[in-house]
Nanobody, 127 residues
Framework: QVTPVESGGRSVQSGGSLRLSCAAS????????MGWFRQAPGQKREGVAG???????VYADSVKGRFTVSQGNGENTLYLQMNSLKPEDTAMYYC?????????????????????WGKGTLVNISS
C-alpha cells in the first residue's frame, strides 16, 4: 500500500516562500503521474502542479512562474517549491500519484482517477 506523506506546510507572510515535500514509500510505478492538488475552504480541489515519469511538468496558470514541482532521487519523493506566495495560495495541499495519462488533464480536473493520496499539509499565507 502506497501512502504519500506530505510535510512543509505552515503559515508565512505574503511574498514568502515554502517548500513542500511528499514521501511516497512503496511507490514503484515505472509509468506515472505525481503531483500536488490544493483545496481552499469552500472551494473545489484543483490541480496545482504535476510531473510524469518522463519528467514533463504541468502547472496551473495561477502558479506558473512561482511554483516548481520536482522529484528527488529514486522518484518516490516529490517537492513543490512555492515562491512569491499570495493569500489566495492558502489551502490544504495534497500529494497524489496515479496513471501517467492523468498528467495530460492535471490542471483541468480535481484529481479523479489518482490512485494514492496523502492526508495533506496546510499552507496559510497572511497578507
Amino acid at each position: 500500500q502506497v501512502t504519500p506523506v506530505e510535510s512543509g506546510g505552515r503559515s508565512v507572510q505574503s511574498g514568502g516562500s515554502l517548500r513542500l515535500s511528499c514521501a511516497a514509500s512503496g511507490f514503484s510505478y515505472s509509468s506515472y503521474c505525481m503531483g500536488w492538488f490544493r483545496q481552499a475552504p469552500g472551494q473545489k480541489r484543483e490541480g496545482v502542479a504535476g510531473i510524469n515519469s518522463d519528467g514533463r511538468t504541468v502547472y496551473a496558470d495561477s502558479v506558473k512562474g512561482r511554483f516548481t514541482v520536482s522529484q528527488g532521487n529514486g522518484e518516490n519523493t516529490l517537492y513543490l517549491q512555492m515562491n512569491s506566495l499570495k493569500p489566495e495560495d492558502t489551502a490544504m495541499y495534497y500529494c497524489a500519484a496515479g496513471p501517467k495519462g492523468l498528467c495530460l488533464s492535471f490542471t483541468r480536473g480535481n484529481g479523479y482517477g489518482m490512485d494514492y493520496w496523502g492526508k495533506g499539509t496546510l499552507v496559510n499565507i497572511s497578507s
